[in-house]
């Protein structure tokens, strides 16, 4: 089952138009970006899914992105928005995931980012490079995530390095997504070649920087048309 993960909401509405789609995570960006929003606003849009949720009807489960924050403003956004995850793309080091996960009982997300340019190492270096740089962190996060350098750029890395990041996920016993460029014409050839746990898409669902249900809908549809022909 590939999980997706949809990022970047900037309005309660857009939230609200696609809840009923078969979305496992939505993110919001509390960083400096052009899709950041105040924490008061993710605010907003946390608790029109847990409103959802409080229904018994299927809920996606809430991200807010950050990036190399401090305890103070990552104690003052959730108190504001009480996300489920929380997505760290800095420099964050291993005691530092482990301290959030245990001072805000929340899932932490690690990001790994790679220019477009930057290919895997082969065989055994690739591996060995890979545990080397994540082995500290393990037990200390819930999940991981491989994205584009900068985020929310539109632009694909070399896939090629999926593999190692993978393994070392499987190992460790935590899901891996993979974002950076995915659209709905491209996250089919991703999911047939590589089989992530999920996918996670931002830019590649919006039209003039905007998010757009049509697109959203889109890219969940090949997503579980791709499994259905899988699994069929």
């Known amino acids: 089952m590939t999980t997706v993960k949809i990022c970047g909401f900037k309005d309660v509405e857009t939230v609200k138009a696609v809840l009923h789609l078969p979305i496992d995570y939505i993110g919001f960006i509390l960083a400096p970006s052009k899709r950041q929003v105040t924490p008061a606003l993710a605010g907003d ?3 029109a899914v847990n409103e959802r949720r409080r229904t ?6 809430t991200a807010g992105v950050f990036v190399n924050p401090t305890e103070q403003q990552l104690a003052e956004a959730l108190r504001e928005a009480p996300l489920d995850i929380i997505q760290l793309h800095g ?6 995931c482990r301290w959030v996960r245990e001072m805000f009982g929340v899932r932490v997300y690690r990001v790994c980012s790679f220019a477009e ?5 082969s065989g055994q270096d690739g591996a060995q490079a890979v545990a080397a740089a994540l082995d500290p962190y393990a037990g200390c996060v819930d999940g991981l995530l491989l994205d584009t350098v900068g985020g929310g750029t539109g632009k694909t890395f070399d896939w090629s390095r999926i593999p190692d990041y993978a393994a070392w996920a499987r190992r ?3 899901p891996m997504l993979v ?7 491209n996250v089919a050839e991703l999911i047939g070649a590589y089989a992530p746990d999920g996918v996670d898409v931002s830019s590649g669902v919006e039209m003039d920087g905007v998010k757009d249900v049509h697109k959203i809908t889109a890219f969940v549809e090949r997503v579980k048309r791709h499994e259905s022909h899988a699994n069929a």
């Open 172 to 174: 460790n016993g935590i």
């Open 45 to 47: 849009m946390v608790r």
């Open 117 to 121: 340019t930057e290919g895997a190492a």
């Open 56 to 61: 018994g009807a299927p809920a996606p489960l």
């Open 91 to 96: 420099a964050e080091s291993p005691e530092f």
């Open 179 to 185: 974002a950076g460029g995915l659209d709905p014409d």
